[in-house]
Antibody, heavy 127, light 107 residues
Framework: EVQLVESGGGLVQPGGSLRLSCAAS????????MDWVRQAPGKGLEWVGR??????????EYAASVKGRFIISRDDSKNSVYLQMNSLKTEDTAVYYC??????????????????WGKGTTVTVSS | DIQLTQSPSFLSASVGDRVTITCRAS??????LAWYQQKPGKAPKLLIY???TLQSGVPSRFSGSGSGTEFTLAINSLQPEDFATYYC?????????FGGGTKVEIK
């Protein structure tokens, strides 16, 4: 069974740090891009960032709202992707999801989508 | 940034109705668009990718169409389990973005 499990969420004060983990099972983790997406309470989905695979040099993309504060990394030997969150703000309060990001060729041309999602981990930034 | 504008943001419908949701991109994204369904307290679920390809296991009453800047998600014969919030998601350029969501509620 394909599964992603996030962990590491919790309550942190503004300015603090937190590291989220996402462990994958049932997939060939090293083949895939992995994304982080968050959802603030009562709000919509917000893309946080993407980790490409080894074939694409493990390059990373970030949303402007987190660039310079958050760092995405991965360890293919542990089938895991991480989100290091620094200088946290109250507006970073959200459920954080990791997801498998398929980016490649589909019938008819290139395509991309997130087809496997974890259940999410909650981050609360508050004093 | 590529903005995705979903409409309507709220939709009230009855079981058996056909509903359509529109997603407009601020610039062309070819067919790099996916649709997700999300229920309260749950992770999003992929319905459609590449604008019109049905994800495996998703009922055929769901369909997607469009290319470039205008996309549509249609649900034929709405079922009780379809009442949820729907999001479009573009992969055509960075940063990746989501539409604001469409909440489908029971009339």
């Amino acid at each position: 069974e394909v599964q992603l499990v996030e962990s590491g969420g919790g309550l942190v004060q503004p300015g603090g740090s937190l590291r989220l983990s996402c462990a994958a099972s049932g997939i060939t983790f090293s083949d895939h891009y992995m994304d982080w997406v968050r959802q603030a309470p009562g709000k919509g989905l917000e893309w946080v960032g993407r980790s490409r695979n080894k074939a694409n040099s493990y390059t990373i993309e970030y949303a402007a709202s987190v660039k310079g504060r958050f760092i995405i990394s991965r360890d293919d030997s542990k089938n895991s992707v991480y989100l290091q969150m620094n200088s946290l703000k109250t507006e970073d309060t959200a459920v954080y999801y990791c997801g498998r990001d398929f980016s490649g060729q589909c019938s008819g041309g290139g395509c991309a989508y997130m087809d496997v999602w974890g259940k999410g981990t909650t981050v609360t930034v508050s004093s | 940034d590529i903005q995705l504008t979903q409409s309507p943001s709220f939709l009230s419908a009855s079981v058996g109705d056909r509903v359509t949701i529109t997603c407009r991109a601020s610039q062309g994204i070819s067919n790099y668009l996916a649709w997700y369904q999300q229920k309260p307290g749950k992770a999003p679920k992929l319905l459609i990718y590449a604008a019109s390809t049905l994800q495996s296991g998703v009922p055929s009453r769901f369909s997607g169409s469009g290319s470039g800047t205008e996309f549509t998600l249609a649900i034929n014969s709405l079922q009780p389990e379809d009442f949820a919030t729907y999001y479009c998601h573009q992969f055509g350029g960075y940063p990746l973005t989501f539409g604001g969501g469409t909440k489908v509620e029971i009339k």
